[in-house]
């Protein structure tokens, strides 16, 4: 595998300038997939905060920049949806998520609200004395000892260092809940889900929506379902209009 990536063969969402220089980070392997946007790419290109690649490297070896809670020093590292990156020197605090058009935008949130994060649950095992491991879209793993999280629901974790990791909220993915569509051509909709249409085999199944503001009805596979809430989005401020 190729330790470099180019410019022009950058993921769109990333939004950057592709003509500028040859060569742009590539996302290291970790919690989110190849189209993830560095942490380099984030401060430099995407925020402004630094100039350089030097610059990048300065800022995160002062463990000025926190990633869901933790210090982040891999200049490498992959930002995905829902990740909460703060930088308490300068009280600053934002949200990652995608826009309408599919883009990677960062959202700005107070102090309090990134003291917790929204969690899809991926799978979840049984572990050695009979707990139960949900294993979280973002790479991370939590213990529980009750059956009645699934996985496709989302949870809410506590970032704060009193109560790491403890899960403050449930959204269950079934109908009458609110959702975010993560990918496709309605990438960035909000709606309540009306239907879950389970297709036999490997094929996905549907899921069917009546978006919030216009009611207008769209459907999407499951995989690009992430949810938000129940009868309205856990998350007052979106910023994902444009």
């Known amino acids: 595998m190729s330790n470099h990536l180019k410019?022009?063969?950058?993921?769109?969402?990333?939004?950057?300038?592709?003509?500028?220089?040859?060569?742009?980070?590539?996302?290291?392997?970790?919690?989110?997939?190849?189209?993830?946007?560095?942490?380099?790419?984030?401060l430099r290109d995407h925020m402004g905060i630094a100039l350089s690649m030097r610059e990048v490297k300065r800022v995160l070896k002062s463990?000025?920049?926190?990633?869901?809670?933790?210090?982040?020093?891999?200049?490498?590292?992959?930002?995905?949806?829902?990740?909460?990156i703060a930088l308490p020197s300068i009280d600053k605090y934002f949200r990652i998520l995608r826009?309408?058009?599919?883009?990677?935008?960062?959202?700005?949130?107070?102090?309090?609200?990134?003291q917790s994060r929204l969690c899809k649950i991926a799978d979840k095992t049984?572990?050695?004395?009979?707990?139960?491991?949900?294993n979280l879209r973002y790479g991370a793993n939590v213990i529980v000892d009750t059956q009645d999280y699934k996985p496709k629901d989302s949870i809410v974790l506590s970032l704060m260092s009193e109560n790491k990791f403890e899960i403050t909220d449930h959204f269950p993915f079934a109908e009458g809940n609110m959702a975010m569509v993560i990918g496709g051509r309605h990438s960035g909709k909000i709606g309540k889900i009306t239907k879950i249409?389970?297709?036999?085999?490997?094929?996905?199944?549907?899921?069917?929506f009546e978006e919030g503001d216009t009611g207008?009805?769209?459907?999407?596979?499951?995989?690009?379902?992430?949810?938000?809430?129940?009868?309205?989005?856990?998350?007052?401020?979106?910023?994902?209009?444009?």
Request: aromatic share 6%; proline share 7%; net charge neutral.
């Open 7 to 42: 410019r022009l063969n950058s993921p769109g969402s990333w939004r950057i300038a592709k003509k500028t220089n040859t060569f742009v980070t590539k996302t290291a392997a970790g919690p989110h997939n190849a189209s993830a946007m560095p942490m380099a790419v984030w």
């Open 63 to 84: 463990r000025a920049v926190l990633v869901n809670g933790a210090v982040c020093t891999d200049p490498k590292m992959g930002l995905g949806v829902f990740d909460i």
């Open 99 to 114: 826009a309408k058009r599919g883009d990677i935008i960062s959202v700005p949130i107070t102090a309090e609200a990134a």
């Open 126 to 134: 049984i572990v050695k004395g009979g707990k139960v491991q949900l």
């Open 197 to 208: 249409d389970v297709t036999p085999g490997s094929t996905p199944n549907h899921v069917t």
């Open 216 to 242: 207008e009805a769209f459907d999407t596979i499951e995989n690009y379902v992430f949810m938000v809430g129940r009868e309205e989005p856990a998350i007052s401020e979106w910023g994902i209009e444009q």
